[in-house]
């Protein structure tokens, strides 16, 4: 039976995903299986793909639906007990999967584990910040803090029992989606951190980031979670203050002045708003 089943959904990556392949091909643990999903690309890929000529790869193509329903639909064509992800534009270190499946075998109660990973930017060469963390075993509601969740997806591996029940990446995200299926294992099972880098994370340094949009991912995502638990009204006034003020720091950093200047508003209506209900009550 295979062990582990290795999900990289990609879409007109090819030459990135050249080094994806080959880092998952060039691991220490041999008992795995390799489902490339192609997202309906235009390119190469699946040249690229069948020159590997590992039996290991299966070649899957889709219509272009989107990275949560390339990852689904590999994890519907998974026969492995352990599930992995790798995006088709990062790389896994040679012992990842050897660990991780060792963590799941002797953890029972542990439905995802996960690693650190350092950051490379577009020609490989790592960056002075990475993603550490420090969370293990019952870790919600503690996860919902952007200060303390560092659950990348190529360093994560999931039993596929606990995919079955709790269900896969949700669709009509199209930001956050992989925090919120951690969420959703973390609220049920354990979870376990291996305190080493796995994996490597690529950060397009020439891009800027889309501030307004991440803002607007991490609300649907924190809306999200209270509708699925209510006793996360709590500590939304928390969650929503740290929100504010991480993409400010952000806007800042990025000399996105008008940006800055929306979040800081949308901030102090959100400070008002919470304490006029604090004053009510």
């Known amino acids: 039976m295979v062990k582990v089943s290795v999900i990289i959904p990609t879409y007109n990556r090819s030459e990135l995903l050249k080094c994806a392949i080959t880092s998952v091909l060039d691991q220490a643990y041999d008992n795995y299986e390799l489902l490339i999903i192609d997202d309906g690309s235009t390119d190469d890929t699946k040249s690229i793909v069948n020159g590997f000529g590992s039996p290991k790869i299966r070649y899957i193509y889709q219509s272009n639906s989107g990275r949560s329903s390339a990852r689904n639909y590999g994890i519907k064509l998974s026969k492995g ?9 990062d790389i896994f270190l040679p012992n990842k999967l050897s660990l991780q499946v060792q963590a799941l075998d002797e ?4 439905g995802l584990v996960y690693a650190y990973a350092k950051n490379v930017d577009e020609n490989g060469r790592f960056l002075d910040f990475h993603f550490d963390g420090n969370l293990s075993g019952k870790i919600y509601p503690e996860m919902l803090y952007i200060k303390n969740n560092y659950i990348t997806t190529p360093t994560v591996m999931v ?8 269900g896969g990446f949700n669709e009509s995200m199209h930001m956050c989606e992989d925090l919120d299926l951690w969420r959703r294992i973390a609220r049920k099972y354990e979870v376990k951190q291996i305190c080493q880098s796995l994996a490597h994370v690529r950060i397009r340094t020439t891009e800027k980031m889309n501030i307004l ?8 995502y924190y809306v999200k979670a209270m509708i699925d638990d209510h006793n996360l009204k709590a500590i939304a006034p928390a969650l929503f ?8 720091n952000c806007a800042k950093y990025q000399k996105q002045y008008f940006v800055l200047l929306y979040i800081l508003f949308q901030y102090l209506l959100f400070r008002a708003f919470n304490m006029g209900i604090k004053n009510r009550c």
């Open 81 to 89: 007990e352990y599930v992995s992800f790798l995006d088709s534009d």
């Open 159 to 166: 039993r596929a029992k606990v995919l079955a029940q709790i």
């Open 107 to 110: 953890n029972p109660n542990c």
């Open 213 to 220: 949009e991440y803002m607007r991912g991490r609300k649907q």
């Open 241 to 248: 203050v740290e929100m504010y003020r991480v993409y400010l």
